[in-house]
Nanobody, 119 residues
Framework: QVQLVEFGGGLVQPGESLRLSCTAS????????MGWYRQAPGKQRELAAT???????TYADSVQGRFTVSRDNAGNTAYLQMNSLKPEDTAVYYC?????????????WGQGTQVTVSS
């Protein structure tokens, strides 16, 4: 099992920045992908940004150029630097981990952290 702890949500004004972090613990061998999904009120959960262990990053079109996902050297902590935030970025942000070990792939989710962008 993998446990995820998230930090960094909050209330900011449009144009400001926030940084989210997510640390994985437990059975972290075999983590291949870490990143963030988000869910706005009344909408489905969607990809925000992810990073593979090999360094490949994927971004939603709506955040490209404003958000940066990264991982620490150990690969167990992921960060999401969010710049030039917009009201439409308001959502609960969920840390996401994909782990493949001994032929099995499992996905894990954090508890979610609220990001609110409002003037």
């Amino acid at each position: 099992q993998v446990q995820l702890v998230e930090f960094g949500g909050g209330l900011v004004q449009p144009g400001e920045s926030l940084r989210l972090s997510c640390t994985a613990s437990g059975s972290t061998f075999g983590i291949t992908v870490m990143g963030w999904y988000r869910q706005a009120p009344g909408k489905q959960r969607e990809l925000a940004a992810t990073a593979t262990t090999g360094g490949k990053t994927t971004y939603a079109d709506s955040v490209q150029g404003r958000f940066t996902v990264s991982r620490d050297n150990a690969g167990n902590t992921a960060y999401l630097q969010m710049n030039s935030l917009k009201p439409e970025d308001t959502a609960v942000y969920y840390c996401y981990v994909r782990r493949t070990w001994l032929g099995r792939t499992n996905e894990y989710w954090g508890q979610g952290t609220q990001v609110t962008v409002s003037s």
